[in-house]
Structure formats: C-alpha cells, structure tokens
C-alpha cells in the first residue's frame, strides 16, 4: 500500500495548562484533509499530557507499570477517537491492532486514526510497526522542529541533526523506558526503521502546514537515514 503513516505527538494536542488546543486541532485536521486528497493517510495520535496526567497518579497510588502502560494507551486512543469524530463528524472508529488498521487502510476511509497499540510500546514505534505493515513513509509530527543532539528544551545549545543514522540515534536513545516517559525516539522504534529501511523524516507539527511539506519532499525537520 501507498501512503503514509503519520505520527502526531500528543505534546501538539495540549498547552501548558494541559487543556486542548481547539484552534490547531481544527487547523491539523484542515491540514490532514487536503493531505488525504493525493494520498491515503494513517494517523497515529500520541496521549500527551493527559496521559502523562493519569500516568502520574496511577504510579503515585501504587499502580504497576503494565497497567500504567494500558492507561497510556487508552489516553492515546481517546485523543484518536476525538479527531475521527471531528474529521469524520460521526461515531468514532478507533482499530485496536495491526490487523484492523490493515482493513480500515483498505477501506474508503481516507484517513485512519488510532492511538497505541501493544504495552511497552510508544505510540512512535506503533507508527512505525504500522509504515513497516504498510510499507509506507513516515512522518514523526512533534513539538520540536527534529531530532537533537539534546534535549532542547533543556539545552539551548543543542545541534539540530539534519541527516542521522537510525544507528547513531540508537546509540543516543538505548536508555530503559517507563510509560509516559519516551523520548522522542525510543529503540524499539529505530529498530523498526533499520530492519524496514523505512524512510522517516522528524518534523515540528506546527504549523499542521509543515505535514504537507513533508509529504511533498521538502527537505525540513531531521532525515533519519535506515543505517
């Protein structure tokens, strides 16, 4: 299948106060629509803070990581099933595994939205299971205009990285992961864009418009080379 895989960071979705971001969830899927008009598109939707929210106080009341895990997915699940509804303007329909996503791709359905799918797994390596399923492209939409050296939200002078090997960023993300706590690129999925040669390009989702740019080849963002 053609297409793309499109992973939206839930950090997009919310401000700092942790409310939603009416006008940009309005302008991406404005966004999302015109993208869909030259290709079919699988949207995979990041939990953000009201994941993390929830993560917090399950683990401050004593909750296990697993089930921590399956909060996080289903906060994921919920912000996919609010932009179906909004891009659709009907009841939501939000797959729960590979192979439903596979059957909604095949469908008239131009675009797919979904949240996380496996516990252990950021919604990024979803996004990326799902390119690889699919073999197409994918986009990484998030808060940052790519992949860093660091952290820039704590580094000002952190080096955006315009061209990287998926095995030198390995070599950077190889830390143990706890829900609600993935970096922006976890190993697992530069583990996937290795083993696919999946072509994945990191890109600041906002404006929505830089979406587009992606698809059309625009050489913005982070280029993560499959090496």
Request: with cysteine.
């Amino acid at each position: 299948m053609a297409g793309a895989v499109i992973k939206v960071g839930g950090s997009l979705l919310f401000d700092e106060g942790g409310e939603l971001r009416l006008e940009y969830i309005r302008a991406l899927l404005e966004t999302l629509r015109k993208a869909a008009a030259e290709s079919k598109l699988v949207v995979v939707v990041g939990g953000g803070r009201v994941a993390r929210k929830y993560i917090a106080a399950g683990r401050a009341l004593g909750a296990g990581e697993g089930a921590l895990d399956e909060v996080g997915i289903m906060a994921s699940r919920l912000n996919a099933a609010l932009m179906f509804a909004c891009f659709y303007g009907r009841m939501p329909i939000v797959p729960k595994s590979l192979e439903e996503i596979h059957a909604l791709a095949l469908s008239n359905l131009p675009v797919v939205f979904t949240g996380g799918l496996q516990p252990g797994q950021s919604t990024t390596t979803t996004a990326a299971l799902i390119a690889e399923a699919l073999s197409s492209e994918l986009v990484i939409a998030t808060d940052v205009e790519g992949v860093f050296d660091k952290d820039p939200k704590r580094h000002p002078e952190a080096k955006m990285l315009r061209r990287v090997p998926a095995s030198k960023l390995l070599a950077m993300f190889s830390e143990d992961m706890l829900p609600g706590g993935y970096k922006l690129l976890d190993p697992l999925t530069l583990r996937v864009i290795l083993r696919s040669k999946l072509r994945c390009r990191v890109i600041s989702g906002d404006p929505p418009e830089n979406i587009i740019r992606a698809l059309q080849g625009e050489d913005i963002g982070s280029l993560i080379l499959p090496e």
